[in-house]
């Protein structure tokens, strides 16, 4: 299993960004998928999940109506797209293979910072 985020990047708050994570090595179709971010310090924060055919979406509270995440199987890709960024977003975002994952250990994570 391997999975090669990125997208991140620095922006002032209120801004947006798009993560795209490509996943190798296992049947992308088959599993439900995960972003999971770590902050500073901070222990793997569970943050979107999505079932197999894109048509179920979960999300934590703190994201909730300014991230959306999606899929394109025939891509093997898992994108987040996050809006109305705040300071408590800035983390390292992994994607990760099944529902309300936690693991940080398949990638190297893309670093998003909301920095004014």
């Known amino acids: 299993v391997q999975f090669v985020e990125s997208g991140g990047g620095m922006v002032q708050p209120g801004g947006s960004l798009r993560l795209s994570c490509a996943a190798s090595?296992?049947?992308?179709?088959?599993?439900?998928m995960s972003w999971v971010r770590q902050a500073p310090g901070k222990g793997p924060e569970w943050v979107s999940s999505i079932n197999t055919s894109g048509g179920s979406t979960y999300y934590a509270d703190s994201v909730k109506g300014r991230f959306t995440i999606s899929r394109d199987n025939a891509k093997n890709t898992l994108h987040l797209q996050m809006n109305n960024l705040n300071a408590e977003d800035t983390a390292l975002y992994y994607c990760?293979?099944?529902?309300?994952?936690?693991?940080?250990?398949w990638g190297q994570g893309t670093q998003v910072t909301v920095s004014s």
């Open positions: 090595g296992f049947f992308f179709s088959y599993w439900d």
């Open positions: 990760a293979r099944g529902k309300f994952s936690v693991r940080t250990s």
